[in-house]
Nanobody, 125 residues
């Protein structure tokens, strides 16, 4: 059974930083296309960043490019999201997600079948 568990959310002032982690069980993170998505109140879930398993190539939403960094720690079987220069509009529930082992990476929410429970990130102005 695959489980993804996020940690690291919280309250931070604008301009601050947070580091989210996603721990995987029942899934080898190094062999799965994975991503971070977020959902703000009243809005649809949206793509934030993805990382492929074939080449570790990364992709970012325009709104976070240059501020967020997605990475993997294969030894710990975790995926991380370092968020710098946070803005109030980054406030959302952040969830990590994974595709079945061996599948390619996409930015579409519907393509991901494994999801964590989400962690709240609140950025105050």
């Amino acid at each position: 059974q695959v489980q993804l568990v996020e940690s690291g959310g919280g309250l931070v002032q604008a301009g601050g930083s947070l580091r989210l982690s996603c721990a995987g069980s029942g899934l080898t993170v190094s062999r799965a296309a994975m991503g971070w998505f977020r959902q703000a109140p009243g809005k649809e879930r949206e793509f934030v960043a993805t990382i492929s398993w074939r080449s570790d190539s990364t992709n970012y939403a325009d709104s976070v490019k240059g501020r967020f960094t997605i990475s993997r720690d294969n030894a710990k079987n975790t995926m991380n999201l370092l968020m710098n220069s946070l803005k109030p509009e980054d406030t959302a529930v952040y969830s990590c997600a994974a595709r079945p082992t061996g599948f390619g990476v996409t930015t579409r929410v519907v393509d991901y079948i494994y999801w964590g429970q989400g962690t709240q990130v609140t950025v105050s102005s």
